[in-house]
């Protein structure tokens, strides 16, 4: 069973930084095009991807962290991150990170993924 696991909440000052982590276990990559993991913002019943990273290292971001985020992964540990600085109020809501388990090029939208992490509020106070 594929899980995946993530940090505790966050919380900072306008201007911060953070780290959020999620813990991959239980998954196996099969495909030879590769597999998408993914960190995603959800504000009420919106949610959307704003970093993705494919497992042959190609990455992107949405508009509204580029430049201030950087998605990775650590292979030994089964583990994918999102640093994130210079952050904002605008930036407070709940995290989540994902697994596309078979994908060549990874997209921003939820309806790809199959696995969730259980989510991550990050609060930025002024």
């Known amino acids: 069973q594929i899980k995946l696991m993530q940090s505790g909440a966050e919380s900072v000052h306008t201007g911060g930084s953070i780290r959020l982590s999620c813990v991959i276990s239980?998954?196996?990559?099969?495909?030879?095009?590769?597999?998408?993991l993914a960190w995603f913002r959800q504000r009420g019943a919106l949610r959307w991807g704003v970093a993705t990273l494919?497992?042959?290292?190609?990455?992107t971001y949405h508009d509204s962290i580029k430049g201030r985020a950087t998605i990775s992964m650590d292979s030994a540990q089964n583990t994918v991150y999102l640093e994130m600085t210079k952050l904002r109020p605008e930036d407070t809501e709940v995290y989540y990170c994902?697994?596309?388990?078979?994908?060549?090029?990874?997209?921003?939208?939820?309806?790809?993924?199959?696995?969730w992490g259980q989510g991550t509020q990050v609060t930025v106070s002024a």
């Open positions: 239980g998954f196996t990559p099969h495909f030879d095009g590769g597999y998408c």
């Open positions: 994902a697994l596309e388990r078979e994908g060549t090029w990874c997209s921003a939208f939820d309806t790809y993924y199959e696995d």
């Open positions: 494919h497992s042959g290292g190609t990455t």
